[in-house]
């Protein structure tokens, strides 16, 4: 038998996720973002729940690849562009729209001259001084884009840094309206922070990742409530081992938890080597939540590589076997990230190769929970 550990892909919550993107703006089309293997979630596997997107917009070549031969015949976006002028026979032969951000890009393009009509997305940089022309050269950067006869249709790209948080978007939407207003060219800005918070950056196309995913911009959870999103991920295990404690004993590596009364603590099949985070507090007021037989209770101690273990005090009945989950449906990865000083982002993102996964497909999702490779 394996380990019990197993994550299960929700794709039921990811198609409604997006529909709750749609509800939340309406007049633009959608580019799923599933960069970084779907945030974890993997790219084939959330394909299937993602289909009713107007677009994908991931980093990787062979993940565009990958939803070439999974049959996605629409846009798909490089986020960051390509890296080497052959990576441009790629996007010819894949029918591939890539952002433009620097001068090198630029001049990469003009050497190759594709015979196009090749789709770009020209990314000014209002303010996250990440990637980006500056405003002052964005002009120069569309006249020299739209002067290459392989460039098809050009639309305006920028990224926020502060969708999710008290300083906004505005100085960030002002530049990008100055500086593109006299240009043609439709307009790409929303993450999804300002796809939930900030109408006036719906624009022709919005890029929502995370919320596709079912977790929260800010690493809230109480910042998504009523917004109707669902998790797409659960990780799951069951207790292997369970442990009498008297007062004074310690738990773990580094002995950081010591029972100041006598305690049952269950040992749950999950370390850090399958993604769940070794800085969750298992010490302390603000120890990470963790279900089991659905009742929520605390880790304890030190996250090992295989293992972790949890308070049994509210489970008088638990047993080696009862099932454990450690994100998901009942359990949000927010509340998990927060105990370890991190976002659901990271959580998914960092799901181990090890960890089997099953997917609850769209027809039939209580039933039909298949593994499906990544
Ligand atoms: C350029 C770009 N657009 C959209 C997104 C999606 O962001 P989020 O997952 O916060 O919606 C990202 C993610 O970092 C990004 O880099």
């Not at 008297?246 to 099949?269: H, I, N």
């Not at 370390?271 to 963790?290: M, N």
Request: hydrophobic share 45%.
């Amino acid at each position: 038998m394996p380990r019990p550990i197993h994550a299960v892909i929700h794709q039921p919550a990811l198609a409604n996720n997006l529909e709750v993107v749609r509800r939340s703006a309406p007049q633009s089309r959608v580019w799923a973002v599933v960069k970084a293997n779907a945030y974890g979630h993997g790219i084939r596997r959330a394909f299937a729940g993602l289909r009713a997107a107007d677009g994908f917009g991931l980093l990787d070549l062979n993940e565009a690849v990958l939803l070439r031969d999974l049959g996605w015949q629409g846009p798909i976006l490089l986020l960051e562009g390509f890296f080497q002028p052959q990576d441009i026979e790629v996007l010819e032969q894949y029918r591939l729209t890539t952002a433009i951000h620097c001068d090198e890009q630029l001049r990469m393009l003009e050497a190759a001259r594709p015979k196009g009509p090749l789709a770009i997305q020209l990314k000014l940089n209002t303010g996250m001084n990440r990637l980006g022309f500056r405003p002052e050269q964005y002009r120069a950067a569309w006249e020299r884009a739209r002067a290459l006869s392989g460039v098809g249709s050009i639309v305006h790209m920028t990224h926020f840094s502060d969708a999710d948080s008290a300083r906004g978007i505005a100085h960030q939407i002002e530049v990008f309206d100055t500086v593109t207003a006299s240009l043609p060219g439709e307009a790409s800005l929303s993450n999804s922070a300002a796809v939930l918070w900030h109408k006036a950056a719906h624009r022709a196309w919005v890029r929502p990742g995370i919320v596709l995913y079912g977790a929260s911009p800010t690493g809230r959870d109480a910042d998504i409530a009523g917004t109707g999103l669902q998790p797409a991920m659960s990780l799951h295990s069951e207790l292997i081992g369970i442990q009498e404690l008297q007062p004074g004993d310690t738990v773990g590596y580094g002995s950081l938890f010591t029972a100041d009364r006598p305690m049952r603590v269950g040992v749950v099949a999950c370390g850090y080597a399958d993604g769940y985070p070794r800085h969750a507090q298992g010490w302390g007021d603000k120890r990470a939540p963790v279900l089991v037989e659905g009742v929520r209770t605390e880790l304890i101690g030190r996250v090992s590589m295989d293992m972790l273990c949890v308070d049994l005090t509210p489970l008088p009945k638990a047993r080696v076997g009862s099932p454990v989950t450690l994100w998901g449906q009942g359990l949000p990865i927010d509340d998990v990230a927060q105990a370890s000083g991190t976002v659901g982002y990271e959580l998914m993102c960092a799901l181990a190769p090890r960890v089997p996964v099953t997917v609850a497909t769209l027809t039939a999702p209580d039933q039909a929970v298949s593994p499906v490779g990544a």
